[in-house]
């Protein structure tokens, strides 16, 4: 079975700074996907990056970007130029892939940003 | 906005009732995923279905059941509630099962008394 660990269970930084999210996983598969998802007052669940385990390149989404280690089993989230916007929960998820399946997702226990103006 | 509705938004039943929550997909969207997010934590996972079949699942028992249905609707039916079933149930629809990109919906929020 895979675990997802959020070691920061809340983070406030100023309107405009760098922030960085930490996640690291346990798995022994080979084959994955990894996520981070934003889930504000809302509550819907928004998808903000995903990274292929084959994948050596960082994935990036404009103010966002992932550092993904593999063999640390680490994927940390950055997000610059924070915005009160970006205010909300996060969470880091894998998905286990095989052959033409997956798995449901795995979530850690969520990280709670705070963007202070 | 991801194009998959829940209903209801929120509900209140007693211990030993039995519910029923409802997702509607995307068009196209060939799986459908619930999940169970209690207060405070990361949403579990209780099952996913792929072409109206029971296509995986979590640790839950079998009073956790489901349908999908051809026009891209499902249900999650929860028998002889619980108190620590109250939670937000969270239903996510996806194309295929390994592109992993899911659309959520907005949740249900269940509270059992």
């Known amino acids: 079975a895979q675990t997802v660990t959020q070691s920061q269970p809340e983070m406030s930084v100023q309107e405009a700074e760098t922030v960085t999210l930490s996640c690291t996983y346990d798995?022994?598969?080979?084959?994955?996907?990894l996520f981070w998802y934003k889930q504000p007052p809302s509550r819907q669940m928004i998808l903000v990056i995903r990274q292929e385990a084959y994948k050596q390149q960082n994935a990036t989404e404009n103010r966002f970007s992932v550092n993904f280690q593999k063999a640390a089993k680490s994927f940390s989230l950055k997000i610059s130029d924070s915005q009160l916007g970006d205010t909300a929960m996060y969470f880091c998820a894998f998905m286990k892939l095989w052959g033409g399946g997956a798995d449901g997702l795995t979530f850690g226990k969520g990280t709670h940003l705070i963007i202070q103006p | 906005e991801t194009g998959v509705t829940q209903s209801p938004t929120h509900l209140i039943k007693t211990r030993g009732q039995q519910v029923t929550l409802r997702c509607s997909s995307q068009?196209?969207?060939?799986?459908v995923s619930w999940y169970q997010q209690a207060l405070g934590q990361g949403p579990q996972f209780i099952f996913q279905y792929y072409r109206e079949e029971e296509n995986g699942r979590g640790n839950f028992p079998p009073r956790f059941s489901g349908l999908q249905f051809p026009n891209y609707s499902s249900e999650l039916n929860v028998n002889a509630l619980e108190l620590d079933d109250s939670a937000l149930y969270l239903c996510?629809?996806?194309?295929?099962?390994?592109?992993?990109?899911?659309?959520f919906g907005e949740g249900s929020r269940l509270t059992v008394l």
């Open positions: 996510a629809s996806g194309k295929d099962l390994n592109t992993g990109e899911l659309f």
């Open positions: 798995t022994s598969e080979s084959n994955y996907y």
């Open positions: 068009s196209g969207h060939n799986t």
